[in-house]
């Protein structure tokens, strides 16, 4: 069990780029979950997936955002046409099952310019 | 929409205080209610109830949920430094089907000093 690992840690850009964020979940974990945080707020559900199918995604998430998670392993959170705005952190989270307890990556943090 | 507020929005003790950390919530549907540490980056759980009145606990750190007045509590005995972190409180819903679509609260800044 190496815990969820998230790439890259930290990425700054400018206005109007695109960035991906890549999280790793613990093996055989079969749901993934994408979270937000920004400075002094609790993280706020993005998305989920349970195996490679994407069965939830918040009203948070506008159609810059998108989500995969090809094969069930790995996924990736694209941003097109960064805007202030999403700064934040960008939280992944895997479990197996529905146990409540979500094992959290350390997330990558977005700085928009 | 579903809604979670802590209270205090931080705190500052010094070592071997005992704390209590307030969360209360409105959810449609109530599946279980979470708690988590996070320190620096990522958050670790603590623990989750879903009957009111049964004690969780782990060490020091206790919490128990109250279902008719909408509430949890968590406490922290003998506090050490180790134990300074944010402290989040979340709600998961029936509503979400098989998804831990949690929401969180603002959390809690817990400061333990020397």
């Known amino acids: 069990d190496t815990g969820v690992s998230q790439d890259p840690r930290h990425k700054i850009t400018k206005r109007g780029q695109n960035v991906t964020f890549r999280c790793d979940p613990i093996?055989?974990?079969?749901?993934l979950y994408w979270y937000r945080q920004t400075l002094g707020q609790g993280p706020e559900f993005l998305t989920y997936?349970?195996?490679?199918?994407?069965?939830?995604k918040s009203r948070l998430l506008s159609d810059r955002f998108s989500a995969e998670r090809p094969k069930g392993s790995f996924s990736t959170l694209e941003i097109q046409r960064t805007e202030q705005g999403d700064s934040a952190m960008y939280l992944c989270?895997?479990?197996?099952?529905?146990?409540?307890?979500?094992?959290f990556g350390e997330g990558s943090r977005l700085t928009v310019l | 929409e579903d809604k979670v507020v802590q209270s205090p929005l931080s705190l500052v003790v010094h070592e071997g205080d005992t704390v209590t950390l307030n969360c209360s919530y409105e959810?449609?549907?109530?599946?279980?209610l979470l708690w988590y540490k996070q320190e620096k980056k990522a958050p670790t759980f603590l623990f989750m109830l879903?009957?009111?009145?049964i004690e969780k606990k782990s060490g020091r750190l206790s919490s128990i949920l109250d279902k008719k007045e909408l509430f949890s509590i968590l406490n922290i005995t003998a506090t050490q430094t180790g134990d300074s972190a944010v402290y989040l409180c979340?709600?998961?819903?029936?509503?979400?089907?098989?998804?831990?679509?949690?929401?969180f609260g603002t959390g809690t800044r817990l400061q333990v000093t020397l």
């Open positions: 989270a895997s479990s197996r099952g529905y146990t409540g307890e979500l094992f």
């Open positions: 093996s055989e974990h079969n749901r």
């Open positions: 997936f349970q195996n490679e199918a994407q069965l939830e």
């Open positions: 959810v449609t549907n109530f599946r279980s």
């Open positions: 879903t009957s009111s009145g």
């Open positions: 979340a709600v998961d819903s029936l509503n979400t089907g098989t998804a831990s679509k949690l929401t």
